[in-house]
């Protein structure tokens, strides 16, 4: 069956421009997460929806960063005036349930690069 | 605040070797732990879990059980195979949805 799906997979922005990411969770799927990775490091929370409420943003890393899910399927994580330390994968996830240790299901990510 | 300390790689071991990957952590409450697998060109993928203290998880061949004593959660496997080449990381929920990583470590298993 499909699985979570994120696009674009690459974007190369450059320094100030705006960026928008998708994510496409499992149907269905109550629960949606995005996550950072920076290279070489294990991902880091940034937000998390149940439905389409934002439960959680304590990760965001600064309010360059926003995101919604406003329909509570498909999720967009936007990046306004792009910086140099923004460059990570960018981790979307999905799961069943609400609160409760529902196993995650990640997408492939998308590598942003700021040049 | 909540993290995880994972040996760190990259790890290179011949096919049929036995394998141990240490992790430890540091929780204000009561963690869950996972270990998580990223094979190369994939995403990460759940490999097992355990709930509470001296849980056992286990799944294709690896095992890790959840030491409260020690605060640890080591992978281990006994034969690798080649296939079992990728990145393994730790991770813990204390808050039962936002998952706390280590840095991954990275093994290659050579024929």
């Known amino acids: 069956g499909a699985g979570v799906s994120q696009s674009p997979r690459y974007k190369v922005a450059k320094r100030g421009q705006d960026v928008a990411l998708r994510c496409d969770p499992i149907?269905?799927?109550?629960?949606l997460f995005w996550y950072q990775q920076a290279l070489g490091q294990g991902p880091e929370f940034l937000t998390y929806?149940?439905?389409?409420?934002?439960?959680?943003k304590s990760g965001l890393p600064s309010d360059r960063f926003f995101a919604e899910r406003p329909e509570g399927s498909v999720s967009t994580l936007k990046i306004q005036r792009t910086q140099q330390e923004d460059s990570a994968v960018y981790l979307c996830?999905?799961?069943?349930?609400?609160?409760?240790?529902?196993?995650?299901?990640f997408g492939p990510g998308t590598r942003l690069t700021v040049t | 605040g909540d993290s995880v300390t994972q040996m760190e790689g990259p790890v290179t071991l011949s096919e049929e070797a036995f394998l141990t990957i240490n992790c430890t952590y540091t929780?204000?409450?009561?963690?869950?732990l996972f270990w998580y697998v990223q094979y190369p060109g994939e995403g990460l993928q759940l490999l097992l879990k355990?709930?509470?203290?001296?849980d056992k998880g286990s799944n294709k061949g690896f095992e890790a059980t959840y030491r409260k004593e020690t605060t640890s959660f080591h992978l281990e496997k006994g034969s690798v195979q080649v296939s079992d080449s990728a990145v393994y990381f730790c991770?813990?929920?204390?808050?039962?949805?936002?998952?706390?990583f280590g840095a991954g470590t990275t093994v290659t298993v050579r024929a």
């Open positions: 996830a999905s799961s069943p349930g609400g609160f409760g240790m529902n196993e995650q299901y």
């Open positions: 991770a813990l929920t204390v808050h039962d949805y936002k998952l706390s």
């Open positions: 149907s269905g799927h109550v629960s």
């Open positions: 929806f149940q439905n389409e409420a934002q439960l959680d």
């Open positions: 929780a204000t409450g009561y963690p869950s």
């Open positions: 355990a709930t509470k203290a001296d």
